[in-house]
């Protein structure tokens, strides 16, 4: 009976050893994602929407994804102050609606952005490895989040801003960069999925 309790303890303790030994080598995904959640902060530094001009190669004007989302946070779309770049005019002036449900969506994709970081901050030095579903989901939606901000800067050139602003100009078009941390929030949600995915299979490891 002694030997069978020794036994029982003996595996316990070997399938403990293995999990302990399977969750280190966890850490390397939420280590990863951190990496990742740095490299999307810095593309809220791109133009959310712009106006190029192709004859000089270059945007007339432009808003950042800070702009975007100071000017929504504030609901300051009509100041033209440089913290909100060129909200103001043409954006605001010609195509309201759109920078309203632009700042929205920022403001939507910036918080589950903030939210992920804080859980994977907790996943990396807490070792909490379940965290990585939350921070998966947050991927998601901060993904979806930025794709419709993409869509949505896209679909300016439906207002009056290159008919009434450039004049009809040709050489004129809208453009937005909202799609590169779209894409990049997309691998940060991925390798979440992917931690949470060997997490619940290591823990079989218990059983």
Same mark, same amino acid.
């Given at each position: 009976?002694?030997?069978?309790?020794?036994?029982?303890?003996?595996?316990?303790?070997?399938?403990?050893?293995?999990?302990?030994?399977?969750?280190?080598?966890?850490?390397?995904?939420?280590?990863?994602?951190?990496?990742?959640?740095?490299?999307?902060?810095?593309?809220?530094?791109?133009?959310?929407?712009?106006?190029?001009?192709?004859?000089?190669?270059?945007?007339?004007?432009?808003?950042?994804?800070?702009?975007?989302?100071?000017?929504?946070?504030?609901?300051?779309?009509?100041?033209?102050?440089?913290?909100?770049?060129?909200?103001?005019?043409?954006?605001?002036?010609?195509?309201?609606?759109?920078?309203?449900?632009?700042?929205?969506?920022? !403001? =939507?994709?910036?918080?589950?952005? $903030?939210?992920?970081? #804080?859980?994977?901050? &907790? +996943?990396? *030095?807490?070792?909490?490895? @379940?965290?990585?579903?939350?921070?998966?989901?947050?991927?998601?939606?901060?993904?979806?989040?930025?794709?419709?901000?993409?869509?949505?800067?896209?679909?300016?050139?439906?207002?009056?801003?290159?008919?009434?602003?450039?004049?009809?100009?040709?050489?004129?078009?809208?453009?937005?960069?909202? !799609? =590169?941390?779209?894409?990049?929030? $997309?691998?940060?949600? #991925?390798?979440?999925? &992917? +931690?949470? *995915?060997?997490?619940?299979? @290591?823990?079989?490891?218990?059983?």
């Amino acid at each position: 009976m002694a030997n069978k309790k020794y036994r029982e303890e003996r595996i316990k303790e070997e399938k403990q050893r293995k999990y302990l030994l399977a969750c280190g080598k966890l850490t390397i995904y939420p280590k990863i994602a951190l990496a990742i959640a740095i490299a999307i902060i810095l593309c809220f530094l791109l133009n959310w929407a712009s106006v190029y001009n192709k004859d000089i190669r270059a945007s007339e004007v432009g808003v950042s994804g800070f702009n975007v989302l100071f000017a929504a946070l504030t609901g300051n779309y009509s100041k033209a102050e440089k913290i909100y770049g060129d909200m103001a005019i043409p954006f605001y002036y010609y195509a309201a609606d759109h920078c309203r449900a632009l700042g929205i969506f920022t !403001i =939507i994709s910036f918080a589950a952005f $903030a939210l992920s970081s #804080v859980f994977t901050l &907790i +996943a990396v *030095f807490g070792k909490k490895h @379940i965290l990585n579903v939350v921070c998966a989901c947050l991927g998601a939606i901060e993904t979806i989040s930025l794709i419709i901000c993409f869509v949505v800067a896209l679909s300016m050139k439906n207002a009056a801003i290159l008919s009434t602003y450039c004049g009809g100009n040709p050489a004129c078009s809208i453009r937005s960069w909202a !799609i =590169i941390p779209a894409i990049v929030s $997309a691998a940060y949600a #991925v390798i979440c999925f &992917i +931690a949470t *995915f060997k997490f619940l299979k @290591i823990r079989n490891l218990l059983k």
